[in-house]
Nanobody
Framework: QLQLVESGGGLVQPGGSLRLSCAAS????????IGWFRQAPGKEREGVSC????????TYANSVKGRFTISRDNAKNMVYLQMNSLKPEDTAVYYC???????????????WGQGTQVTVSS
């Protein structure tokens, strides 16, 4: 069964850090670009970051640029999202998704995880 599983979410104070992980089972992440998306209550899902298949190209939403870092370890079949200087507006369910190319258009991603909750609050 092809599956993506996110982990690492939780409750953190403003200014804190979290590292999200995206693990694949049933398929190899090497062949896919991996995107991170998030959805806050009452809002549409939005793209946060994406990393190309080889890891040589990364993109970030303006709202997280300079604070979040995406990386991948193809040997471990894992992708990570390091989130620093977290703000309350970063509160959302975070999803990882696998697709052929990086895109902010979520319909281009064929595989999705179930999401992990990130809450930034004092």
């Amino acid at each position: 069964q092809l599956q993506l599983v996110e982990s690492g979410g939780g409750l953190v104070q403003p200014g804190g850090s979290l590292r999200l992980s995206c693990a694949a089972s049933g398929f190899t992440l090497d062949y896919y670009a991996i995107g991170w998306f998030r959805q806050a209550p009452g809002k549409e899902r939005e793209g946060v970051s994406c990393i190309s298949r080889g890891g040589g190209s990364t993109t970030y939403a303006n709202s997280v640029k300079g604070r979040f870092t995406i990386s991948r370890d193809n040997a471990k079949n894992m992708v990570y999202l390091q989130m620093n200087s977290l703000k309350p507006e970063d509160t959302a369910v975070y999803y990882c998704a696998a697709g052929a190319l990086c895109s902010w258009y979520d319909k281009l991603y064929g595989y999705w995880g179930q999401g992990t909750q990130v809450t930034v609050s004092s």
